[in-house]
């Protein structure tokens, strides 16, 4: 009774559009008050040690380096160059839009700041070239997804945390499936753009002149992902070290460039402090939550309850795919994460699942959640850059659902995609 009344709480508040930090702690007081003899400040006590944890420092100075790359013209650059790399595909700039999220995405670590940053110059381009705004909307929305996906990710530091695996492992393990939502949703452009789906201007020739002059203004902002995926392979940082390394380069980048000046700098400070506060106040008002959750025996419980059902690991991943996706509608993602990972872990492990291969599965998850209605908070994003409805970017998202859909199922059921690179470093 005391869990469920911990649940409805929590969820009613968030539909009642309560910040998320304050429906996680309103739930655990009032379970302390009416479910236990313990005294409530239990829920404040468990909160500062939760955080005590080194590898959190690496999501305030992941978030620094995207939003330094994003105020330091890189985005411009970087989009340049991917015209001129795969512009000439059929789909045209919207090809384009999905490469450049690929190259940005090992600079950012959050969907958010790609749709937001390089979706804002992927949006007004396509526009430009004559694409619907809705589908131009749509397909940074789908393209942000990778973001989090192809390391640095915030999302798999707070997950490598919470599950007490290697945040490296993680980072490595996105590599593959990153590059692959990528190709499926290049094919899936194609494929719209072949049958007349999607209307697209023709595409332009390849121009190698025009290639080597991208290249070149783009060299620099194209050397920090692979530094940075260089340093991981090589295993010569940490991911918080290279986090700060990450900042200090993009920082010298774009002062050199010209591109980044002291009141910009500023500004990715500020930016940076409200966004790592809120995400590290959230995962501050998870943890009481959390232990409520283990001293109640959830997991054991809800492990007896699926393995009552069937003890097949592909129809559990399967089950929790469901779950999953569907409160990834109406939850903000790390949320979701806080909870999900202390209530699933166990189970996965029992069922002999990699914890790795299980980050990925769930990180993916979560990231269809956010462009899934009515939470998507992606959509919005994109909605708000594009000025189309909501309803018009939900319709010309739709498509993309089946490369997502599929990607998701290739990490569930192919550990090999996730787990071989890792492994082989290793």
């Known amino acids: 009774m005391g869990i469920a009344v911990l649940f409805l709480v929590c969820f009613g508040l968030i539909a009642l ?3 998320i930090a304050f429906a996680l702690m309103a739930a655990s007081l009032t379970w302390f008050a009416g479910f236990s003899s313990l005294p409530a400040g239990i829920v404040v006590q468990r909160m500062a040690p939760g955080l005590d944890s080194f590898p959190l420092l690496a999501i305030p100075l992941f978030v620094l380096a995207g939003n330094i790359m994003n105020h330091g013209n890189v985005a411009a650059r970087i989009f340049a160059f991917a015209a001129a790399v795969v512009g000439h595909i059929r789909g045209g700039l919207a090809q384009v839009n999905i490469a450049a999220s690929l190259i940005f995405a ?4 959050v969907a958010q700041a790609d749709a937001a940053g390089l979706g804002t110059v992927e949006i007004r381009a396509m526009r430009r070239e004559g694409f619907d705004p809705a589908f131009a909307a749509a397909v940074s929305a789908a393209s942000a997804v990778v973001g989090p996906i192809i390391p640095p990710s915030v999302i798999m530091v707070v997950y490598g945390v919470l599950a007490q695996v290697s945040i490296g492992d993680l980072f490595v393990a996105g590599l593959i499936p990153g590059f692959v939502i990528g190709a499926l949703l290049m094919l899936t452009v194609y494929v719209l753009v072949a049958l007349d789906l999607v209307r ?4 332009t020739p390849i121009s190698y002149p025009r290639l080597w002059t991208t290249f070149r203004r783009a060299f620099f902002a194209l050397l920090a992902p692979v530094l940075l995926t260089a340093g991981l392979l090589a295993g010569v940082a940490t991911p918080t070290e290279l986090g700060a390394l990450t ?7 774009g002062l050199a460039q010209g591109d980044l000046n002291i009141a910009k700098l500023r500004r990715c400070l500020s930016d940076t402090l409200v966004t790592s506060g809120v995400l590290v106040f959230i995962m501050a008002a998870a943890v ?4 409520i959750i283990s001293v109640n025996n959830v997991p054991a419980n809800l492990a007896a309850w699926i393995l009552s059902v069937t003890t097949n690991p592909l129809l559990v991943l399967l089950m929790i795919n469901g779950f ?17 990972v202390p209530t699933f872990l166990p189970l996965v492990n029992q069922l002999g699942i990699d914890p790795v291969q299980f980050g ?5 998850n979560l990231l269809i959640g956010a462009t899934t209605p009515p939470f998507g908070v992606l959509l919005f994003i994109v909605q708000d850059i594009a000025r189309v409805s909501f309803g018009a970017v939900v319709r010309a998202f739709l498509p993309f659902y089946v490369p997502l859909i599929l990607a998701l199922l290739l990490v569930t059921y192919v550990p090999s995609l996730s787990l071989w690179l890792p492994a082989a470093l290793r």
């Open 17 to 19: 559009q309560l910040p």
């Open 106 to 109: 090992g600079m950012s670590g």
């Open 200 to 203: 697209a201007p023709p595409a």
């Open 247 to 253: 900042v200090i380069y993009a920082t010298l980048l």
């Open 288 to 291: 009481p939550f959390g232990w």
């Open 324 to 340: 999953l996706l569907v409160v990834g509608c109406f939850m903000e993602t790390t949320a979701i994460l806080l909870i999900a």
């Open 360 to 364: 990925l599965i769930m990180i993916l």
